[in-house]
């Protein structure tokens, strides 16, 4: 069946440095894909999609570009920030459903 | 304000007793799912609903039961069969219309069975 695979957490980097999350997908035909994020103790909100091969979403500063080719939707940050600590979760969209990923947490030290 | 409310944030109940946790939208979604969470396993479904008085089983349903008498409102139920129900439990809905197929979130109940 259909599944997200990501890094495991959790993942500590300093202010200012590039991240990386990596994300993989396994899934038939052309699903959309996500990355959600979930603020402790908060619900999670939808911080960028992809519905496409070679779509490249963006928000906030952070971008992942849906790779059909390495069926991956990895996110990235040019520069990470404190508030940017939260634990984010990889998805792709099955029917009605969404299947989500494991989730990573990032610490981000001032 | 559109949005997606549960109450109440953290709820505490005895062993061997039922406990209702409420979700409502006022975004005028069609669908609405329930997810629950633990520490390191992600977001599992427990049951989802395309339409009022419809519903399907998720991954996980035994020991729940929901019910959708209105498109706003989809409570769930958590009952004495479920074995281990101290979790982390999340709403969410999804607008059918315009091929949108994002899902948005609820802030979450925590319910602690004592």
């Known amino acids: 069946g259909d599944s997200v695979t990501q890094m495991e957490g959790p993942v500590t980097l300093s202010e200012e440095a590039f991240l990386t999350i990596n994300c993989t997908y396994t899934?038939?035909?052309?699903?959309?894909l996500f990355w959600y994020v979930q603020y402790p103790g908060e619900g999670l909100q939808l911080l960028l999609k992809?519905?496409?091969?070679?779509d490249k979403g963006s928000n906030k500063g952070f971008e992942a570009t849906y790779r059909k080719e390495t069926t991956s939707f990895h996110l990235e940050k040019g520069s990470v920030q404190v508030s940017d600590s939260a634990v984010y979760f990889c998805?792709?969209?099955?029917?009605?459903?969404?299947?989500f990923g494991k989730g990573t947490r990032l610490h981000i030290l001032p | 304000d559109g949005g997606i409310t549960q109450s109440p944030k953290y709820l505490f109940r005895k062993e061997g007793q039922n406990v209702t946790l409420s979700c409502e939208q006022n975004?005028?979604?069609?669908?609405m799912y329930w997810y629950r969470q633990d520490p390191g396993q992600g977001l599992r479904l427990i049951y989802y609903s395309q339409i009022v008085n419809d519903f399907q089983k998720g991954d996980i349903a035994e020991g729940y039961s929901v019910s959708r008498e209105k498109k706003e409102s989809f409570p769930l139920t958590v009952t004495s069969a479920q074995k281990n129900p101290t979790a982390f439990y999340l709403c969410a809905s999804r607008g059918l219309a315009g091929g949108r197929n994002e899902q948005f979130f609820g802030p979450g109940t925590r319910l602690t069975v004592l």
């Open positions: 975004l005028n979604h069609d669908a």
């Open positions: 998805a792709l969209n099955r029917d009605d459903k969404i299947i």
């Open positions: 992809a519905t496409k091969a070679d």
């Open positions: 899934a038939t035909g052309y699903p959309s």
